[in-house]
């Protein structure tokens, strides 16, 4: 394991998510459709039906890696180390979130807004059709910054926790999450309890990605202060108990304005903003996030290694 977490990391770095290579998390998400449709058919209750969905997906999730990396590790100590390697590099989303958000912005540069509406629904929920130049680029920090969180420091934190299995199980949640966990007429019931237990693992990765986000800011000449008074000050304003610390940490470093009021299903929400607008929301300011992302990302992995010396 000594080399195990870094290598994952270098890895992702290197490779991001290699299309014709297999993923785990389309095989979760997989799974979850299918389960999803066998519970609403014999399940009466469907908040019921939610925790029944959410516990058998996790378990399935771990009991499938965890008899994974035992079948590679039977047929030898350096396959077992390489399918735990694969397996952690998975969990990580740093090159394949700069890579996709950078495509929106590149479109946006180029003029190309409806091309750049398009290209940002397929990674962020909200209603993207009337979205102008600016309100697409607030759009691809504020993915960013959140996936920070979920998609980079969760999976690291849980990885040093638990090892692979554990970062897998936490995947999977994210996925349900992001699946099934809306507050519409369909998943309000269905979606609660993976909602509610996909903030719960999100405790502490948020909150320690907002403030190494202020660490990595200063370094970066971005307002390190400012990332820690807007999370003090707008953190806890969004609905969600987790996603306002990096979005506020990140409108703080770098003195913009996120959030404001989306359209979501055709339905405006009234969101609050955090950060003040003391700066213009640009593709220089997307650029800024970007650095901000890799080099939080690092000081968490070598938080990380330094816990993990310090405990062994």
């Known amino acids: ?12 770095l290197l ?8 993923h ?4 979760i998400g997989a799974f979850i459709k299918w389960i999803e449709r066998l519970l609403t058919e014999h399940v009466g209750n469907r908040r019921f039906a939610g925790v029944l969905l959410t516990a058998l ?15 590679a590790t039977e047929i030898d100590p350096l396959v077992g180390w390489l399918a735990a390697l694969w397996l952690a590099f998975t969990t990580l989303a740093m ?12 479109l946006v540069e180029q003029g190309r807004l409806d091309e750049a509406r398009q290209s940002l629904a397929l990674i962020v929920g909200r209603d993207t059709a009337g979205l102008d130049e600016e309100a697409i680029v607030k759009a691809c920090i504020e993915t960013v ?5 979920d998609g980079i420091i969760a999976p690291l934190f849980y990885l040093f926790l638990g090892g692979p299995v554990l970062a897998v199980i936490y995947k999977a ?52 202060w400012g990332a820690l008074k807007m999370m003090g000050r707008d953190a806890r304003k969004p609905a969600s108990p987790n996603a306002g610390f990096p979005e506020a940490a990140a409108a703080g470093a770098l003195e913009v ?9 055709g339905k405006r929400v009234e969101k609050p903003t955090l950060g003040d607008p003391d700066r213009p929301v640009t593709t220089a300011a997307y650029r800024k996030m970007v650095r901000l992302m890799y080099l939080t990302s690092f000081l968490a992995l070598v938080l990380g290694v330094i816990l993990s010396w310090l405990i062994r």
């Open 1 to 12: 394991m000594d080399y195990l977490i870094p290598a994952a990391f270098a890895l992702d």
């Open 15 to 22: 490779l991001g998510d290699p299309r014709r290579l297999p």
């Open 24 to 27: 785990p998390v389309v095989y």
């Open 57 to 71: 997906t996790l378990a399935a999730t771990g009991a499938v890696a965890s008899a994974f990396l035992h079948v």
């Open 95 to 106: 090159r394949s979130l700069h890579k996709e958000s950078r495509a929106v912005v590149k």
């Open 145 to 149: 910054a959140e996936n920070t969180s």
């Open 173 to 224: 949640a994210n996925t349900l999450d992001s699946m099934v966990g809306y507050r519409n007429e369909r998943y309000r019931e269905l979606g609660w309890a993976s909602a509610r237990f996909d903030d719960l693992l999100n405790l502490i990765p948020a909150r320690l990605t907002g403030v190494l986000m202020a660490l990595a800011a200063l370094p970066l000449g971005l307002d390190p």
């Open 257 to 265: 304005q996120l959030g404001g009021p989306a359209f979501y299903f």
